[in-house]
T-cell receptor, first 114, second 111 residues
């Protein structure tokens, strides 16, 4: 089966610019997650979707980050405006359902804010 | 804040040696998982544990769900060069539904 697809793989932007990341989960996976992984740290959950509804966005900096999963399949994560501390790898993961913790991760998008 | 303490942060070993790493917390966990991350890739699930005391193997890897439910251990036997990477523990805290990750253990193997 195809894995979790993410694009772009790399992005370099200047601070205060905007950026968007795209994720296509494994077919049939109802739950989708966006994680932020800062260099040298473990992934940190930003937002969790169950189909097209938000389950947990408690750690999403909502003043600058937004995410949507309009049709319950693909998802986009946006940062506007970006700050230097947003430099990180943004990982998308999916699972069959909310109680399935064997997530499948994509390869991530490495964001560098200069 | 930091909920999982993973140690050691890094390991430098000789090929063929056994490896041990662990994760501890002050919280009680319902589920423990171990992931491996290669450079430029996302984490890949190695082993999942669902019951206190559970011992599960995946090839040369063995993981255990601690009896207290506050810790987990991963052992790799007879290490080979492809074991190089960063190993993460992750867990689901009792009463919560999200996965939290440790800081990772970077494994380097000298041939």
């Amino acid at each position: 089966e195809a894995g979790v697809a993410q694009s772009p793989r790399y992005k370099i932007i200047e601070k205060r610019q905007s950026v968007a990341f795209w994720c296509n989960p494994i077919s049939g996976h109802a739950t989708l997650y966006w994680y932020q992984q800062i260099l040298g740290q473990g992934p940190k959950l930003l937002i969790q979707f169950q189909n097209n509804g938000v389950v947990d966005d408690s750690q999403l900096p909502k003043d600058r980050f937004s995410a949507e999963r309009l049709k319950g399949v693909d998802s986009t994560l946006k940062i506007q405006p970006a700050k230097l501390e947003d430099s990180a790898v943004y990982l998308c993961a999916s699972s069959l359902g909310a109680g399935d913790y064997g997530y499948t991760f994509g390869s991530g998008t490495r964001l560098t804010v200069v | 804040g930091q909920q999982l303490n993973q140690s050691p942060q890094s390991m430098f070993i000789q090929e063929g040696e056994d490896v041990s790493m662990n994760c501890t917390s002050s919280s009680i966990f319902n589920t423990w998982l171990w992931y491996k991350q290669d450079p430029g890739e996302g984490p890949v699930l190695l082993i999942a544990l669902y019951k206190a005391g559970e011992l599960t193997s995946n090839g040369r890897l063995t993981a255990q769900f601690g009896i207290t439910r506050k810790d987990s251990f991963l052992n790799i036997s007879a290490s080979i060069p492809s074991d190089v990477g960063i190993y993460f523990c992750a867990g689901v805290i009792q009463g919560a539904q999200k996965l939290v990750f440790g800081q990772g253990t970077r494994l380097t193997i000298n041939p």
